[in-house]
């Protein structure tokens, strides 16, 4: 068996005898039915309509069969319309939403200058700005200008609405009410804590105040708060109850991407319908059966999820989700932009063992340790090898090992496996290990 590793601008060789394959996993294939931009108009022509949606799947329309408000509708008498996207981190087409929202609001009179797009970075920092070319594309010169992005740690840019059924406080920010028209883009994938990425997820945490975000994600260290999981999740909760407080009214256009980062579906109108019928495309591209749990697990943060290891820790967790305890995880990513947030990093760097770093989290929790108690319970339980351009000595502060390549990283885990009594150790390969939520046969 032989298989190729993307890793920056290559691909990294990965060779093993057929016997050991368990499987290759990636999202599953999805008939798109159209170009980007074909999908989007679809979507855009279809809107739907608040409750014609749910976690649960489609449910008959509004009372008279009425459906979701269109675009044009909603834009009519509005005259400062914020758009919110996402920041570099994720693969949203901002480029291809851009190009089927703009020719919709310039019929509707609205001016440029009438617009302003707020970039949800969350907590992470401001985009440079060959990020910004990234995101808007061929917009970029029309549109930089109205650009503005999000900073979490700005106080004085955030309004208080009170807090979650959870205590978390709700502090968003105040652009949302100066504008009369909101528009809220993004993309839907599985998420290890958030169940899944999109819809309401653009308020809180995307422009939500530091100390939301932190009291949120907190809520990731309850075992309630995984991939694929939104009913009784607490992280979702807290977004879902910042929702009612936004004033303005708000149309959504969701994508989801399959394994080639093309645009697959596309859902618009109201957010939480929209969102629900996304996430039902999502499970059916991103959720994927394999035959039976691992010895070995190789794990692949594709781009632009390889940023960091804070975001390809996403990689790790699906990755572990099919792996044996005392099993080999190994991770590839070039984590170019180094660790990411470095909270997490240090909590780890300052415990001796996986399990003093949950005490530790347990004891006095900082954003960011959610990342880091993830993390230790996989190495906890398990191997951790990473191929990444991180120093050695750094991911071993973390209890991740390093290797120089995916094939020496492999042979080593074969090795292991043998020496512990598995006569064919089974391999799963995640070739994109952010997105792909491996479903072991118990």
Same mark, same amino acid.
């Given at each position: 068996m032989k298989i190729a590793i993307p890793y920056l601008d290559r691909t990294l060789p990965l060779e093993f005898p057929d016997e050991n394959l368990l499987a290759v996993a990636e999202p599953n294939e999805f008939s798109s039915g159209g170009s980007p931009e074909e999908i989007l108009a679809e979507a855009l022509a279809k809107p739907w309509g608040p409750g014609t949606c749910t976690a649960r799947g489609s449910v008959p329309a509004a009372p008279g069969g009425k459906s979701g408000q269109?675009?044009?509708?909603?834009?009519?008498?509005?005259?400062?319309?914020?758009?919110?996207?996402?920041?570099?981190?994720?693969?949203?087409?901002?480029e291809a939403v851009l190009g089927a929202l703009l020719p919709v609001i310039e019929r509707s009179g609205i001016e440029t200058e =009438?617009? &302003?797009?707020?970039?949800?970075?969350?907590?992470?920092?401001?985009?440079?700005? $060959?990020?910004? %070319?990234? +995101?808007?594309?061929?917009?970029?010169?029309?549109?930089?200008?109205?650009?503005?992005?999000?900073?979490?740690?700005?106080?004085?840019?955030?309004?208080?609405? =009170?807090? &979650?059924?959870?205590?978390?406080?709700?502090?968003?920010?105040?652009?949302?009410? $100066?504008?009369? %028209?909101? +528009?809220?883009?993004?993309?839907?994938?599985?998420?290890?804590?958030?169940?899944f990425t999109g819809g309401r997820k653009a308020f809180l945490p995307g422009i939500a105040a530091y100390k939301t975000i932190q009291?949120?994600?907190?809520?990731?260290?309850?075992?309630?708060s995984r991939s694929l999981a939104l009913e009784g999740n607490p992280v979702h909760e807290d977004m879902m109850d910042a929702l009612p407080l936004i004033k303005a009214p708000v149309f959504s256009v969701m994508t989801v991407l399959d394994k080639e980062q093309r645009t697959a579906a596309a859902a618009a109108g109201d957010l939480m319908a929209s969102f629900y019928a996304a996430v039902e495309s999502a499970r059916r591209i991103f959720c994927?059966?394999?035959?039976?749990?691992?010895?070995?697990?190789?794990?692949?943060?594709?781009f632009p999820m390889d940023i960091d290891l804070y975001q390809s820790q996403k990689a790790i967790d699906n990755g572990a989700a099919a792996l044996k305890d005392g099993g080999t995880l190994i991770l590839v990513s070039s984590c170019r932009d180094g660790i990411g947030d470095e909270a997490y990093a240090k909590l780890l760097a300052q415990a001796s063992s996986p399990a003093d770093a949950i005490e530790r989290i347990r004891a006095g929790y900082k954003l960011g340790f959610h990342k880091a108690a993830k993390m230790a319970a996989v190495s906890g339980r398990a191997v951790v090898k990473a191929v990444t351009e991180l120093p050695p000595e750094q991911l071993k502060s973390m209890f991740i090992g390093s290797a120089p390549s995916p094939q020496a990283a492999l042979d080593e885990a074969l090795m292991s496996a043998r020496a512990g009594g598995a006569a064919v150790p089974k391999i799963l390969i995640l070739p994109d290990g952010c997105v792909t939520v491996p479903d072991p046969v118990r």
């Open positions: 269109g675009l044009a509708e909603f834009l009519a008498g509005g005259r400062r319309v914020l758009i919110i996207i996402n920041d570099a981190t994720r693969p949203t087409p901002t =009438g617009l &302003t797009l707020l970039v949800a970075t969350g907590a992470h920092r401001a985009p440079a700005e $060959e990020e910004y %070319r990234q +995101i808007l594309g061929g917009f970029y010169d029309k549109l930089r200008s109205r650009c503005v992005h999000h900073d979490a740690r700005k106080d004085e840019d955030m309004a208080d609405l =009170g807090s &979650t059924r959870n205590g978390t406080p709700i502090l968003l920010n105040k652009r949302l009410f $100066e504008a009369d %028209r909101i +528009i809220a883009t993004g993309s839907v994938e599985p998420h290890y804590f958030a169940g009291a949120n994600h907190k809520q990731a260290l309850s075992p309630q994927v059966p394999v035959p039976a749990m691992a010895d070995i697990v190789v794990s692949v943060a594709k």
